[in-house]
């Protein structure tokens, strides 16, 4: 497949995301989704080393009968992140998506009926917008959201760090990445030469990012600026933890 080329980034800070930005996404992801799959899966080493660093913090090989629950915002297809998660016998994934072709991709890639899966019963698949998910204060060890809180406008990234913060137990992580670069919005028509392609992202740069993500209660652990070589775009990946009081 082609390289794919960053998109324009919008210089204006009055930038204003377009009313159905939502639905949009979700029409176009639910279009590209096998496109996007095949791109990203190949290219998923980045990903997996934050995800084991994750792990490595969590208590799935020390304590194996401690049950831990993961919250992974913007799953896509579960490959080959929330697959890796759920490799471990005493881990359960709470896997949210926007887009139901995603979902039903991870569905098929993950929950297989015959014979079912190791995953059955620690697997659940909550379609809809991640900033309107609600779930009770202190419920997840961990929550994931790989190239997926980019989707938000800013105001909104802001608004699910908040929640992230609040849905956290005390001393739990968040692994997440985040435009490295500062803009208020950018969009692309045609992404992945998708005519159905059409994108938004949006960031705060890394030092804003951080700002951010120290303002909703979270202690900054690792912190790293990493290019993506698909796109020659820069990423700030974060694991970042919750006091333990
Ligand atoms: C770039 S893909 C990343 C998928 C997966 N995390 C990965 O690393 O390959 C972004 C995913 O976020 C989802 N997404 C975008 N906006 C979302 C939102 N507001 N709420 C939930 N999911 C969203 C998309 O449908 C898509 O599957």
Same mark, same amino acid.
């Given at each position: 497949?082609?390289?794919?080329?960053?998109?324009?980034?919008?210089?204006?800070?009055?930038?204003?995301?377009?009313?159905?930005?939502?639905?949009?996404?979700?029409?176009?992801?639910?279009?590209?989704?096998?496109?996007?799959?095949?791109?990203?899966?190949?290219?998923?080493?980045?990903?997996?080393?934050?995800?084991?660093?994750?792990?490595?913090?969590?208590?799935?090989?020390?304590? &194996?009968? =401690?049950?831990?629950?993961?919250?992974?915002?913007?799953?896509?297809?579960? /490959?080959?992140?929330?697959?890796? $998660? *759920? #490799?471990?016998?005493?881990?359960?994934?709470?896997?949210?998506?926007?887009?139901?072709?995603?979902?039903?991709?991870?569905?098929?890639?993950?929950?297989?009926?015959?014979?079912?899966?190791?995953?059955?019963?620690?697997?659940?698949?909550?379609?809809?917008?991640?900033?309107?998910?609600?779930?009770?204060?202190?419920?997840?060890?961990?929550?994931?959201?790989?190239?997926?809180?980019?989707?938000? &406008?800013? =105001?909104?990234?802001?608004?699910?760090?908040?929640?992230?913060?609040?849905? /956290?137990?005390?001393?739990?992580? $968040? *692994? #997440?990445?985040?435009?490295?670069?500062?803009?208020?919005?950018?969009?692309?028509?045609?992404?992945?030469?998708?005519?159905?392609?059409?994108?938004?992202?949006?960031?705060?740069?890394?030092?804003?990012?951080?700002?951010?993500?120290?303002?909703?209660?979270?202690?900054?652990?690792?912190?790293?600026?990493?290019?993506?070589?698909?796109?020659?775009?820069?990423?700030?990946?974060?694991?970042?933890?919750?006091?333990?009081?």
């Amino acid at each position: 497949m082609a390289e794919q080329t960053a998109p324009p980034l919008d210089p204006n800070p009055q930038y204003d995301p377009p009313a159905d930005l939502k639905s949009r996404m979700k029409a176009s992801y639910d279009a590209i989704a096998p496109k996007y799959n095949e791109w990203t899966v190949s290219h998923s080493a980045t990903r997996l080393r934050y995800l084991d660093q994750l792990l490595s913090r969590l208590p799935t090989t020390t304590s &194996p009968s =401690a049950p831990v629950s993961v919250l992974e915002l913007g799953a896509g297809c579960g /490959l080959p992140v929330t697959q890796k $998660l *759920l #490799a471990h016998a005493n881990l359960s994934v709470t896997a949210n998506d926007i887009s139901s072709a995603q979902l039903s991709i991870a569905r098929a890639n993950l929950l297989p009926d015959d014979p079912p899966g190791p995953a059955h019963g620690r697997l659940t698949l909550l379609d809809g917008d991640m900033l309107a998910l609600d779930f009770a204060p202190a419920v997840f060890d961990a929550v994931v959201g790989m190239y997926s809180i980019i989707h938000l &406008p800013r =105001a909104e990234q802001v608004e699910m760090l908040r929640k992230i913060v609040a849905w /956290l137990k005390p001393g739990g992580w $968040l *692994l #997440a990445n985040f435009a490295a670069d500062e803009f208020a919005g950018a969009e692309a028509q045609n992404w992945l030469e998708e005519e159905k392609g059409w994108m938004f992202w949006s960031g705060w740069g890394s030092e804003g990012t951080l700002e951010k993500v120290r303002e909703a209660g979270l202690e900054v652990v690792v912190r790293e600026t990493v290019e993506d070589l698909p796109d020659e775009k820069f990423f700030l990946w974060i694991l970042a933890k919750k006091s333990e009081s």
